[in-house]
């Protein structure tokens, strides 16, 4: 006589998880590898820096800068990646977005001529180098500038020297949360104009209006400047629809073209809600702020000890 062998319920067939089980074992489960192949989708979508940086192209940068000294008689104090392939999700072929910072000798400064306080470099074999004079720097520092204060927490970095660290310090007291929740959102609501309205869109464009609309986020709550790292923001954010966003971020990251196709109508609408959010509730105080005295203090101290920092500035390897 055959024995019969009564089976427990294969709650995880109801709920997609193969348990044979309870149904409570089973939803806990599926949850579980939910939660565990999300972070396994945003950690393959943002590269590390070995990863988007190979040696060779970090030797040919040091190589490119090097000769922007050369060609424009300035010494470049800072200089680092920014961009997709800081931000994490660059495709195999994106370019080498590098920002810097130089400076010149003191006689430069003391013309009565208008000069150029921009250096900007033909692209060339998917290499983009530009850069601002010191000078610059500050003026912009004085109206908390995100991209020179996102250059100062990029973790790719060719370049440095004594200049630049104390910079960044002193960049902390300019920050203001108002002026940089402003300057994200205009990125964010301009880029959404321009890329996401038709039926058919640029895929790829959503990253670009998600990611300012997240540091928009990040300032509001924390009044700092927001992580680079696009899986730290969307790791800190709630009521998000993730999904649609990891799937992006993980076809990026494959190098997928992400030209065009249907528009997604989750975030459209998430992001016409945090559009709308910012630009009418949003009510951040301001940091105290130095005097432009002390930045022309630091200026002059820099130019004229132009030779010591010079002589300090180094490469990263």
Same mark, same amino acid.
């Given at each position: 006589?055959?024995?019969?062998?009564?089976?427990?319920?294969?709650?995880?067939?109801?709920?997609?998880?193969?348990?044979?089980?309870?149904?409570?074992?089973?939803?806990?489960?599926?949850?579980?590898?939910?939660?565990?192949?999300?972070?396994?989708?945003?950690?393959?979508?943002?590269?590390?820096?070995?990863?988007?940086?190979?040696?060779?192209?970090?030797?040919?940068?040091?190589?490119?800068?090097?000769?922007?000294?050369?060609?424009?008689?300035?010494?470049?104090?800072?200089?680092?990646?920014?961009?997709?392939?800081?931000?994490?999700?660059?495709?195999?072929?994106?370019?080498?977005?590098?920002?810097?910072?130089?400076?010149?000798?003191?006689?430069?400064?003391?013309?009565?001529?208008?000069?150029? *306080?921009?250096? &900007?470099?033909?692209?060339?074999?998917?290499?983009?180098?530009?850069?601002? *004079?010191?000078?610059?720097?500050?003026?912009?520092?004085?109206?908390?500038?995100?991209?020179?204060?996102?250059?100062?927490?990029?973790?790719?970095?060719?370049?440095?020297?004594?200049?630049?660290?104390?910079?960044?310090?002193?960049?902390?007291?300019?920050?203001?949360?108002?002026?940089?929740?402003?300057?994200?959102?205009?990125?964010?609501?301009?880029?959404?104009?321009?890329?996401?309205?038709? *039926?058919?869109?640029?895929?790829?464009?959503?990253?670009?209006?998600?990611?300012?609309?997240?540091?928009?986020?990040?300032?509001?709550?924390?009044?700092?400047?927001?992580?680079? *790292?696009?899986?730290?923001?969307?790791?800190?954010?709630?009521?998000?629809?993730?999904? &649609?966003?990891?799937?992006?971020?993980?076809?990026?990251?494959?190098?997928?073209?992400?030209?065009?196709?249907?528009?997604?109508?989750?975030?459209?609408?998430?992001?016409?809600?945090?559009?709308?959010?910012?630009?009418?509730?949003?009510?951040?105080?301001?940091?105290?702020?130095?005097?432009?005295?002390?930045?022309?203090?630091?200026?002059?101290?820099?130019?004229?000890?132009?030779?010591?920092?010079?002589?300090?500035?180094?490469?990263?390897?």
């Amino acid at each position: 006589m055959a024995l019969k062998v009564k089976k427990t319920e294969h709650a995880g067939a109801k709920n997609g998880g193969g348990h044979w089980g309870s149904r409570s074992e089973a939803k806990s489960g599926a949850k579980q590898r939910r939660r565990q192949e999300s972070k396994r989708i945003i950690s393959n979508a943002v590269k590390t820096e070995s990863e988007a940086v190979t040696k060779s192209a970090r030797a040919e940068i040091n190589r490119r800068l090097k000769q922007v000294e050369i060609d424009h008689g300035v010494k470049i104090v800072y200089a680092v990646e920014s961009g997709s392939r800081v931000w994490g999700f660059h495709s195999p072929d994106s370019d080498f977005d590098v920002r810097f910072l130089y400076i010149r000798p003191m006689a430069w400064y003391l013309s009565v001529r208008d000069r150029r *306080d921009v250096i &900007e470099v033909p692209i060339e074999d998917d290499f983009d180098l530009s850069g601002w *004079d010191l000078q610059k720097a500050l003026n912009l520092m004085s109206k908390s500038n995100p991209p020179l204060f996102e250059w100062f927490s990029s973790p790719i970095v060719y370049r440095t020297s004594l200049i630049a660290e104390q910079l960044r310090k002193l960049g902390k007291s300019y920050f203001n949360p108002r002026a940089a929740i402003y300057h994200y959102l205009h990125m964010a609501d301009g880029n959404y104009r321009t890329y996401l309205q038709g *039926d058919n869109v640029r895929l790829k464009k959503y990253l670009y209006v998600l990611r300012p609309l997240f540091c928009c986020q990040w300032i509001a709550k924390h009044h700092r400047m927001p992580p680079v *790292d696009m899986r730290e923001l969307v790791e800190a954010q709630t009521d998000i629809p993730k999904n &649609e966003i990891e799937r992006l971020l993980a076809a990026k990251s494959a190098g997928a073209e992400l030209s065009e196709g249907p528009r997604i109508e989750a975030l459209n609408k998430f992001i016409e809600r945090q559009l709308d959010h910012f630009a009418k509730t949003v009510r951040v105080s301001a940091n105290a702020k130095l005097t432009m005295d002390d930045l022309d203090e630091f200026f002059f101290y820099s130019i004229k000890n132009f030779d010591k920092f010079s002589a300090s500035s180094k490469k990263v390897k």
